[in-house]
Every structure is written in structure tokens, then in C-alpha cells.
RNA sequence: GGCGGCGUAGCUCAGCUGGUGAGAGCGCUCGACUCAUAAUCGAGAGGUCGGCAGUUCGAGUCUGCCCGCCGCUACCA
């Protein structure tokens, strides 16, 4: 537990549109808990993603509003950004797959596969609009769904039956750019061979342990399958372009986004270790064999990240493969999956519009979705804060303090000798820190959360057993002990809701007029110090708070 | 259609390789307490573990079929 190298890699949110409370809950969140523990505990953590810019949704939205896609990039990077800083999601780095360097590490990975064999060109036909003079992606091309004869099914699925569709199976194609009838032609592609790691691969993933089920079987059972060559370059113009050296294929390519977004993995940890000034630094979490990586992505992005990453990987050679992909399920809203498209879930700045950061982290961490789908209504967020996270830990802090500063003057008692049940207050606490960590490095966060609310029950359950408003009228020695007692469960506590609620741990902490840095385990607070102004860590919500 | 996951108390969820009378939080009921954001602490009620059949001395936990929800199905990423 001394000094490993985590890299925490987070998925990529595409800069098409605001995204949701789902992404939130299913990715950056667990990251950042994830990432933040692992710092108390004394690791070195690498904690990385950035905004997708490329993509076919992008440039759709784009065309719908008549600009250019790097308008749209831009908006929503800056709302990606505003959202982390309000939430506290503890980047190392957060860049986005449009800059100079993403390119040039996209490129090495590119040569490198190439070089070993596992880059080929193909010929494949494909729908073209001949008045736009270019090729047409699936959803570009609309027409009468086979199935159901709705007459604006999508190239790749239909909106109305929601089959999946090719786009040649359309009945009376037509361009969604000009309207006019497009026809086959040929087109070269670059394609990864996958197909030549399906063994090399299937071993790996059979060897894994402690990954979730769902991951796992989802992985070994696409690679069962078989592993087909896919393609990695598109008709496009928004996009990285291939190296300059590889023109067999001819003009108009771009590298696909599923490619290159992966590999921002590698060009962040790159990116920070030069603007660091240490252009080498990203190795220890990249080529040590020691070091651990996590990807913390949702339940539709495990193939991407447990099989066809980990063959890019391999083909390239010399670099580790994933630790572990604790994908999440989706956090759903009356159970429906949100979708940033359709409305459904609202966005994240909504939410941080209308709630303290820790509150909303609070929340969503004992509602992530590890193992299920999870509904989470906004009734239930009100009710996890009010019910839960007031009642239980910010009251508790303000009682505490609060008979502290009636009876002690505003500072910390000085103990006299400890009763077993101090003693064994101390110790539950100090084992709740143990509990938790084991179960946030299993990167089970719910479970973690809760370790550490129990403690903190613990310690009311002490205070009621032990009545110090009453010992106060008669024996301030024993009440200087038991408050003595109740402060340091209060900052050991303040480390184990850190990696949780950072923003209010860290008041307490000022509040008990400790300093930082901190450490995994249970602080001590002088006797005689003198505490800050109290006030409540959280606020009460109202019941309409998230009512429109 | 195929593949994977899931369906457990009113609500949100835990239950690893099958084994003492099925769990937690919240809600609810009763009691204690009153320092504290009408907060806290204790006790209790509440479930045919989606349905049917099977394997087993014994299944929420294994097998088959069925129903429902979610994801993937390679041009969304």
C-alpha cells in the first residue's frame, strides 16, 4: 500500500450536448472517490480523460445548427469543465482529443500497429451521395424501415421499431445532407486486426479476478464470438487525419473516433508528464509491470475497454493492460435511461445549480449503480441528504461541537483516563477506516460509503450511551473525556468521508484547526485547540428544491 | 433473433465458490433521550427471494423453460 502508481482513466464524455447525472454516477464520480482515496493512501495517482471532440454526433449537431463542429466542441468542453471544477472531480489532467499532442500519440499508435502487422487496408462498399460528392455514414442516410415502414428510419437503426439496421437495407435511400438518392461505391479502409488476438486475448480476460461479473462475461463473450476486423478510418472531414506517409488509401480519411479516443488514455498521461516538465514521468503508471490501471466507464463502453483497447494494447506492445473496468450499470429516472439527446435525466450543471457539491456527490455515491440498474428520483436525492447525510453525519458534527463550545470554551478538552467504552469507540472507528479501505480499493463505493456512515452512527450511539449534557452539570472531567473521544472519532472521520465529500471534510478539518496534507487513518486533534466557528456542514433541503 | 447482466421487505439496494430461523439504509410502529439541523439511540412489524419444473439430505444461491427490464450485436462511442 506504499507508493503503487494508479492510473485512474475516465471515460471520454462526448462534447455533443450536456451530459447527465447517469454519466456523473456512472463514471466521474467513482473515479474521483476512487482516485482520492487512493492519494490519502499514500499511492501515486494518475487521474486522467478529457473531452472527445470528433464523432458523428458532433458534426449532426453542427449541421442541425449551422456551425462549425469546433463551435459545438467548445461549448461543451467549457460546460465539462465548470461541471468538474463545481463538483470537485479531482483531474491530474483534463484535456480533450483535439490537441496537437493527441494527434502525434495517435499517430505513433497507429505506425506501431501498423509496423507490427495489425493495421491493413480493405475494400468495402459504401453508400455515396453523388451532388455532396462524399460518402455518407449510416446516419446519414435515411429511408423506409424494412421492418416496420416508418420512412425516416436511420442508416443504423430505426427510431420507430428501434431494430438494428444496415444502411443498404433501407427501402428508397436518400442523403440526409441533400436529399438525393445515394449509390454504392467502393472505398478503402484501414481495419484493425482484431481477429489476431481473439486467443491472446480470451487468456488474458479467463485469468482475471476480482473484475464484476457483468464485465467480465460481457468480454469473454463478445470475444468467444469471434473478433472481426473493424474498420479504423472514415469519409470524413472532422476527424485526426492518418499520418501523412499512409496515402495508399486516398484522400478524405480520418481516423475513426473509437481508435483514437482510447488512446487519449495514453496521450493525457503524456500530455501531463510534459507539462509537468518530466516528458518521461508517464511511464511509471504506463510500462512498470507494478503499477495498476482502472477504467472507470458505463456498462455500453465495456467492449471498447475490455477487449478491443486491451488488443490495441498488445498490438502496440510494452504497455500495460487494465487492472481492472469496474464499469457501472445506468442510474435511470423512473426508470428510464437518460439520454442527453431525448431529454431524459437532466444535466449535471442543473443539478449544481440547485445543490451543494457534497450533497450531490453524497447522494449519487450511495446510489451508484455497481451491480444493477439503479432508479434515482429526485425525491430520493432530497431524502438521502436530509434523511442521511444531515441527520446522521452533519448533526452529529454540530453536536458534538456544539456541547464543546457551551462547555469547554470553544477548544479541545484535555482527556483524563480512557473507560473501555472510549477505548472501544476508538477502535471501531479505526476499524471502519480498515473496512472502508478494503472496500473502495474492491472499488466497491457504495459499500465504502456506508463503512463510513456505520462509524459515524457508531459514534452517536457512543454520545447516547454516554450523556455528556449530563456529566457537564456534574463531572467535567469525564465530559472532557468523552468529547475528547467524540473529536477524534469526528477527524478520523473527516478522512473517511473525504474521498466522498471532499468539500465539507475539508471544513471540518478547518473547523478542528487541523492542517493538510492528510493520510488514510485516524487524525489527532490537540487537547487545547481551539475549534473554528462552528456552523452546520449541510443544509437541509427543501422538499421542492429540485421542483421546477 | 443471438450474447451478457438483472428481477430479493413500502422505497433504494447487499447477499462470494448452495447449508444454523433471508440482510442493510430509509419509511412505518413502540420505547429511551433532549446536547444537536423536530436531529440521535434502542426494539419491533414487514418478504411464497419474477413464474414453473428439475438436480440435491438441503437452493435466493445450480440446471431448463417462461415473463419483464437494461446493455451489446462490430458505421453511436
Not at 269 to 276: D, H, I, P
Not at 316 to 340: C, H, R
Not at 483 to 498: C, D, N, R, Y
Request: contains cysteine.
Amino acid at each position: 500500500m506504499s507508493g503503487k502508481h494508479i492510473l485512474v482513466a475516465v471515460a471520454w464524455p462526448y462534447a455533443s450536448g450536456s451530459r447527465h447525472l447517469g454519466h456523473l454516477a456512472g463514471a466521474y464520480l467513482p473515479a474521483d472517490i476512487f482516485a482520492r482515496y487512493h492519494r490519502l493512501a499514500g499511492n501515486r495517482v494518475l487521474m486522467v480523460s478529457g473531452s472527445d471532440v470528433h464523432g458523428t454526433p458532433i458534426t449532426v449537431r453542427a449541421d442541425q445548427e449551422g456551425v462549425e463542429p469546433q463551435v459545438i466542441v467548445d461549448r461543451y468542453h467549457n460546460e465539462f469543465l465548470r461541471n468538474w471544477e463545481e463538483l470537485g472531480i479531482s483531474w491530474d489532467l483534463y484535456t480533450s482529443t483535439g490537441t496537437d499532442n493527441h494527434r502525434e500519440v495517435t499517430w505513433d499508435v497507429f505506425r506501431t500497429l501498423h509496423e507490427h502487422g495489425y493495421i491493413v487496408p480493405k475494400t468495402t462498399q459504401q453508400f455515396y451521395d453523388p451532388e455532396a460528392e462524399r460518402f455518407l455514414p449510416d446516419r446519414y442516410v435515411e429511408g423506409t424501415c424494412p421492418h416496420c415502414g416508418y420512412e425516416s428510419a436511420r442508416g443504423d437503426q430505426c427510431d420507430h421499431c428501434g431494430r438494428q439496421l444496415d444502411p443498404e437495407d433501407l427501402v428508397d435511400p436518400r442523403s440526409r445532407i441533400t436529399g438525393a438518392t445515394p449509390v454504392m461505391r467502393p472505398t478503402e479502409h484501414y481495419f484493425l486486426r482484431l481477429s489476431a488476438f481473439e486467443d491472446r486475448l480470451l487468456d488474458w480476460l479467463q485469468s482475471r479476478t476480482g473484475w464484476r461479473r457483468h464485465v467480465l462475461n460481457m468480454a469473454i463473450g463478445f470475444t468467444r464470438e469471434g473478433l472481426q476486423d473493424r474498420a479504423i478510418t472514415r469519409d470524413l472531414t472532422w476527424g485526426i487525419p492518418l499520418p501523412p506517409e499512409f496515402t495508399e488509401i486516398g484522400e478524405g480519411k480520418r481516423i475513426y473516433v473509437w481508435f483514437e479516443a482510447v488512446i487519449g488514455y495514453l496521450s493525457a498521461s503524456k500530455e501531463w508528464a510534459q507539462r509537468r516538465g518530466e516528458p518521461d514521468a508517464w511511464q511509471a503508471w504506463w510500462t512498470d509491470p507494478d503499477a495498476e490501471s482502472y477504467y472507470f466507464i458505463g456498462k455500453d463502453n465495456i467492449v471498447f475497454h475490455a477487449v478491443i483497447w486491451p488488443c490495441q494494447l498488445m498490438g502496440y506492445g510494452g504497455l500495460n493492460l487494465p487492472t481492472d473496468v469496474p464499469a457501472n450499470q445506468y442510474v435511470t429516472f423512473k426508470g428510464e435511461k437518460g439520454s442527453a439527446s431525448r431529454g431524459v435525466g437532466r444535466s449535471i450543471s442543473w443539478y449544481t445549480e440547485r445543490l451543494q457539491p457534497d450533497a450531490l456527490r453524497y447522494a449519487l455515491a450511495a446510489n451508484l449503480p455497481e451491480q444493477n440498474d439503479t432508479d434515482l428520483s429526485d425525491g430520493d436525492i432530497v431524502r438521502r441528504v436530509n434523511e442521511e447525510l444531515v441527520a446522521t453525519w452533519g448533526n452529529l458534527v454540530n453536536r458534538v461541537l456544539s456541547m464543546t463550545a457551551k462547555n469547554f470554551d470553544g477548544a479541545v478538552p484535555e482527556p483524563g483516563e480512557l473507560t473501555d467504552v472510549d477505548r472501544s469507540l476508538l477502535e471501531r472507528v479505526d476499524r471502519g477506516l480498515e473496512d472502508e479501505a478494503r472496500m473502495i480499493e474492491k472499488v466497491e463505493l457504495r459499500a465504502g460509503l456506508r463503512t463510513a456512515m456505520e462509524v459515524a452512527q457508531a459514534v452517536n450511539a457512543y454520545l447516547n450511551a454516554t450523556e455528556p449534557w449530563k456529566t457537564a452539570k456534574s463531572d467535567r472531567a469525564r465530559t472532557g473525556t468523552v468529547l475528547w473521544t467524540a473529536i477524534q472519532s469526528l477527524a478520523a472521520l473527516s478522512v473517511g468521508f473525504e474521498p466522498y465529500l471532499p468539500f465539507s471534510s475539508a471544513r471540518l478539518r478547518g473547523m478542528l484547526g487541523l492542517d493538510e496534507p492528510l493520510r488514510w487513518g485516524r487524525l489527532d486533534v490537540a487537547p487545547g485547540t481551539r475549534l473554528g466557528s462552528i456552523e452546520p456542514l449541510f443544509g437541509k433541503l427543501d422538499e421542492d428544491v429540485l421542483t421546477d
